[in-house]
């Protein structure tokens, strides 16, 4: 059987006419003008099939139906204050936590000092992270699965929207054992193409960007093809062989000389870092507030040097000041002329 749902406006209506004994008296009580009220109760009446209202020249007061009705509405309106409580107790419960998705670049290197600093500013909000390439972490975001996500894709699909919270570039670095390490020219992107890499896997943003840079030449098959920065770290540091993987991963190893990078003459694989979130274009929330932290902060600067790519020293800045303090036998020698 098919219903006519009554307005739950009319039934508190009909309720206050209950308890405060007259109609007028219920629409001043409920901030009702009362001719308002009167073709309120009229509609419930109409929906119901009852009258409810007994209209006399002195006022109006409920009918024996109306008594009835007014019962079961209480009722009725202390279960939708009940899913109204529930909703707000659930909207509260989202607003508290923050699911993020990351790439492997942006989750190894920047995110642990921006949901530190996150979560020192929120510390009711429990931020939920996921890790995935660049690839995946769209499909999370287009599907509902996380409500932010940060990629090192030089694309965005369609559908999303995105803000630039930084940026990197991709570097071929080996081995000091390695005889490009030793190489005093410039490689040329011909020779780069056809030299066997170890690079990540499809589907992530580094694989991406390299790909693009190299699309217009003859491929070699990849030496290794690894599922994340610290594992292609790993395998350059073991002298595996010459790797591709962002100057955000290898920033300690090259300042250190545990690595080298090899320049590579014409090759374009600087990065924009990105936050990539669903409709609609105006971020609000947790995912808005660590998007705005991350852009307040800065932590990665815009303009890195050509040689020493100061990019990733910005990050440690307290590293960068180690080099410069001489060390102990260097001035006991000094003072002991």
């Known amino acids: 059987m098919a219903y006519t749902w009554p307005d739950l406006d009319a039934l508190e209506l009909l309720v206050a006419v209950d308890d405060r004994g007259s109609l007028g008296a219920a629409s001043r009580a409920l901030g009702v003008a009362q001719p308002n009220a009167s073709r309120t109760i009229k509609r419930l009446e109409r929906a119901l099939g009852a009258t409810l209202i007994h209209r006399t020249p002195r006022g109006s007061t409920l009918t024996p139906e109306g008594t009835v009705i007014a019962h079961r509405a209480r009722d009725v309106l202390a279960r939708a ?130 790909d693009l840079a190299l699309e217009a030449y003859e491929r070699a098959t990849p030496l290794l093809e690894l599922g994340s920065s610290a594992a292609i770290r790993a395998a350059a540091l073991g002298a595996v062989g010459p790797a591709v993987l962002s100057t955000l991963a290898v920033a300690d190893q090259l300042r250190d000389g545990q690595l080298k990078e090899v320049p590579v003459d014409g090759l374009h694989t600087d990065r924009t870092l990105r936050a990539v979130w669903r409709p609609p274009r105006r971020l609000t929330g947790p995912a808005a507030e660590l998007v705005k932290l991350i852009q307040d902060r800065r932590v990665t600067p815009q303009a890195p040097l050509p040689e020493r790519r100061v990019t990733p020293q910005a990050l440690l800045p307290e590293r960068r000041v180690t080099p410069q303090a001489p060390l102990p036998d260097r001035r006991v020698a000094t003072s002991g002329r």
């Not at 509902?144 to 996500?149: D, F, I, N, S, T």
């Not at 081995?175 to 890499?197: E, Q, Y």
């Open 81 to 210: 204050a009940d899913l109204l409580d529930t909703a707000a107790a659930l909207r509260t419960k989202r607003d508290a936590e923050l699911a993020v998705a990351a790439s492997m670049t942006v989750a190894e290197c920047l995110l642990p000092p921006w949901l530190g600093s996150f979560q020192r500013a929120h510390p009711d909000i429990r931020v939920h992270l996921q890790v995935h390439n660049s690839m995946r972490v769209f499909d999370l975001v287009t599907s509902g699965g996380c409500a932010l996500g940060f990629v090192e894709s030089p694309t965005v699909p369609a559908g999303l929207h995105s803000v630039t919270i930084g940026r990197d570039r991709l570097a071929v670095v080996v081995h000091p054992s390695h005889p490009l390490a030793r190489r005093r020219s410039p490689l040329r992107v011909a020779d780069l193409a056809a030299t066997p890499l170890v690079i990540r896997e499809q589907g992530s943003g580094s694989r991406h960007t390299l």
